[in-house]
């Protein structure tokens, strides 16, 4: 199954629900960063929130999310666009510990103490940005705290990433869940029972549930109502072409610098981890045009 989306409603409209898989997206990222187990869970679900919180998304908008803990992973950094796009790196892919309680122990790997930086580019506005301090480093709890205290949303929030004996992500997903100003303490309340009700949304996928069963557990099977379905996937636009713009951007002493002191060039995409060689007659070239 290739990972999408699902938007949805209660018949009431309390709610609007977000659910995805994201077990391709997860696993790809692992393989490019070369991450290990803890740091795939804790990529895994930084991407997975990267999908969800972007479904309301248009047009050129872009999502950054950026988590500053003071964990041995350091700092994360996801980005997302209204196309079901996303990518994102950790700064200490190979940092990992010991599982905790039987779980991979993301809190730590992320740290309990920190920043949680949520930046909007929305059109032709400046960005907006919404901070608050982590709450445990988990993630999802982080989010759904960022969107209690920084958008005043009450928010359910899940995300999960199960990864397999061989390293491997076996399942990815999670969901969102945020309340409209008419849901009631005692909708809110329904919706958390049957949010504590849940197995782990890593253990739902794995078992095989898709985005759409989720919200029918977390919204009532009678009451959910489908109103958007999308493919998801990692993505990473750079290209040689902007690689080459930033380079020349940099100006000719840096340039020269760089051609005098190797015999190539090798700049590295940190979003994808994809590397980029410029020998040294190509190095010429971009000086040229950064002279012109
Ligand atoms: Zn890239």
Redesign the pocket.
Known sequence: MSDYLVVGTDKKDYFRAYAAVTTGIAEEARRRHGTSPTASAALGRALTAGVLMSANLKGDDLLTIRIIGDGPIGVLVVTSDSAGNV?GYAQNPKADLPSRDGKLDVGRLVGENGELYVTKNMGLKDPYTGSVPIVSGEIGEDIAYYYAKSEQTPSAVALGVLVDTDTTVRAAGGYLVQAFPGAGADELAALEERALSLPSISSLINEGAAPEDILKMLLGEQDFVELDRRPVGFL???SREKIEQVLIGMGEKEIREIIQSRKRAEIR??????TYYFEKHEMEKLLEEAKS
């Not at 995409?269 to 994809?274: I, M, S, V």
């Open positions: 990518r990473c636009r750079c995409c940190h979003f994808c981890n994809e």
